[in-house]
């Protein structure tokens, strides 16, 4: 049988009105959807009922499927004319092995497309209310991924610890200290101001702000759950100005609490 092909689709970082139109009329008129725990539970309750879904993640150290048995799965899937959706959170190609799931795809000959996603970057940053760049504060932004190997960062120091540039750590937390420790003895003063944001974009959305020296015990303090994502620099300032979010649910419980109330 032919016709199956596969459809490597970000999903955002969470709130599922975040989907790009795309993403949604392929998650519609999917055969089966791969999925991991990036992918929000709002997401997974557009999947329609009848849609085969194959849970592929990974948790810290224990993969629930290997990355090659993943891309088996999705070879074999499309060869038996499936219309396969492997949903990814953010966006494919950022920190997200796009890259190698499609990578076996195209070495087998199967149909498959790639769908953008808003990464957790700029997500997270939106509704934690941080511009990542701002003519004042930061002209540039960089993405790096704060996964230990060995219990330490493998990164280049020099080129993070400079000044009007913001940073953008993702898988960070286990990592926290040793990044803000790396990032002052690398010359970036201890007073940078930086925060930690927990769930980004969906309601269980909880930021903590503080310093280079401040954060590493504010975010312990904090029982923080996973995804967090970490950003550094001038630009997270402007967060006591700019949040949105929290505001407009602290607006919307009170409107519910009291929905009599004359203002
Ligand atoms: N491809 C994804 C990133 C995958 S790496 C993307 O483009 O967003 C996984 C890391 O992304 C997590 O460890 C966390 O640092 C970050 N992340 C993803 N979604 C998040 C969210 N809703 N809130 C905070 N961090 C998030």
């Given at each position: 049988m032919s016709g199956g092909e596969v459809a490597l689709v970000g999903t955002g970082p969470g709130d599922p009105d975040l989907l790009t139109i795309r993403a949604l009329r392929l998650i519609e008129r999917a055969d089966v959807v791969l999925y991991d725990n990036l992918v929000s539970p709002a997401i997974m309750a557009m999947v329609g009922a009848s849609t085969r879904r194959v849970y592929v993640g990974k948790q810290r150290n224990r993969h629930a499927m290997r990355q090659e048995s993943i891309n088996e799965l999705m070879v074999e899937?499309?060869?038996?004319?499936?219309?396969?959706?492997?949903?990814?959170?953010?966006?494919?190609?950022?920190?997200?092995?796009?890259?190698?799931?499609?990578?076996?795809?195209s070495e087998q000959g199967i149909r498959f497309e790639v769908v953008p996603g808003i990464t957790a970057a700029?997500?997270?940053?939106?509704?934690?209310?941080?511009p990542l760049t701002h003519?004042?504060?930061?002209?540039?932004?960089?993405?790096?991924?704060?996964?230990?190997q060995d219990g330490s960062m493998n990164l280049d120091w020099p080129m993070?610890?400079?000044?009007?540039?913001?940073?953008?750590?993702?898988?960070?937390?286990?990592?926290?200290d040793e990044l803000c420790r790396q990032l002052v003895a690398h010359?970036?003063?201890?007073?940078?101001?930086?925060?930690?944001?927990?769930?980004?974009?969906?309601p269980t959305q909880r930021v903590v702000t503080g310093t280079l020296e401040s954060l590493p015990l504010l975010a312990a303090q904090a029982?923080?759950?996973?995804?967090?994502?970490?950003?550094?620099?001038?630009?997270?300032?402007?967060r006591e100005?700019?949040?949105?979010?929290?505001?407009?649910?602290?607006?919307?419980?009170?409107?519910?609490?009291?929905?009599?109330?004359?203002?």
């Open positions: 899937l499309a060869r038996e004319g499936q219309r396969v959706v492997r949903l990814k959170g953010g966006d494919p190609f950022i920190f997200g092995r796009g890259g190698e799931e499609i990578e076996t795809l700029s997500g997270v940053a939106a509704y934690a209310g941080i003519r004042a504060y930061a002209q540039a932004c960089v993405f790096i991924t704060g996964h230990l993070l610890a400079r000044p009007r540039q913001t940073i953008v750590c993702y898988m960070g937390f286990l990592g926290l010359g970036l003063p201890a007073s940078t101001p930086a925060a930690i944001v927990q769930q980004g974009t969906q029982s923080l759950r996973a995804p967090t994502l970490i950003i550094v620099g001038d630009v997270v300032r402007l100005k700019l949040q949105w979010f929290e505001r407009r649910g602290a607006a919307q419980a009170e409107a519910i609490e009291s929905p009599h109330s004359a203002n």
